[in-house]
């Protein structure tokens, strides 16, 4: 079985443990869950080494455990809100949050030019790796353990998702705009991609002169509700971060 015997990994290793609150039976597992495919290739020379497997596996994980955990604790909720709070929860933007948190992106294993490019703070490389993570206790502890460890790491974010309201995001980010700005948003088409049976939208939400939002869509309607979508979740950050 490959291994990785490196005595500063292994203390990179603990702490993330530490952060991450469960310490493993066998750190093959964490240890392949950091390992991205361009480090498994460059330095390994294995690409059977790197952490996809356990990716597939815990995003798996993931979707069972929030599923489990928003049925059980929100039994009043109907199927469609279900579904948009465990969309939420797993989406990359918001699992590369959580790894940020966890200060995953020092530990990932990456080759020369993903590391060059910045990919230790990637969103999609960020998100891919604790899934593997997820996985990795999954295959190291079993179901109860990962429902536990997940479910502690999820629980804060699951009752913000839970308490926003199930507006479509047009209707939520005018009301949003209207209190915040005292101005209605002004939607652009900037972009129209491709063939007349296959097009591709793309429009800015703007208020008050400020660029807030980009979406894109296959009708304009879907691209200003991406747009109204990205707009909201800029505006949480800011009041998340304390900037509002």
Sequence with gaps: MWRVNLVDFDKELSQ????????????????TALIHKSYA?????????????????????????????????????PEGELSRIRSELVSARALAKVARRLNLGPCLKLGRGE????GQDKDNL????????????????GWDVARDVLGR?????????????????????????????????????????????QREYTVIVSCEGRHLGQGSGGSKKAAQQQAACQAL????????????
């Design 16 to 31: 993330f443990e530490e952060r991450l609150g469960y310490r493993f039976t066998d750190r093959h597992y964490l240890q």
């Design 41 to 77: 290739n460059e330095q390994l020379r294995d690409p059977a080494a790197c952490n996809e497997r356990q990716e597939f596996l815990g995003d798996a994980v993931l979707d069972l455990v929030m599923a489990d955990y928003l049925f059980c604790t929100y039994p009043q909720l």
């Design 115 to 118: 590391r060059r490019s910045g």
């Design 126 to 141: 960020l998100a891919d790796a604790l899934e593997a993570v997820f996985g990795a206790v999954f295959l190291d502890a």
């Design 153 to 197: 790491m999820f629980e804060g974010t699951a009752v913000q998702a839970a308490r926003r309201k199930s507006l479509d995001y047009k209707t939520r980010f005018q009301e949003l705009a209207q209190a915040r700005f005292g101005a209605a948003p002004e939607y652009e088409l900037v972009a129209t991609e491709g063939p007349d049976h």
């Design 233 to 244: 979740k800029a505006l949480d950050d800011e009041c998340d971060g304390g900037t509002a």
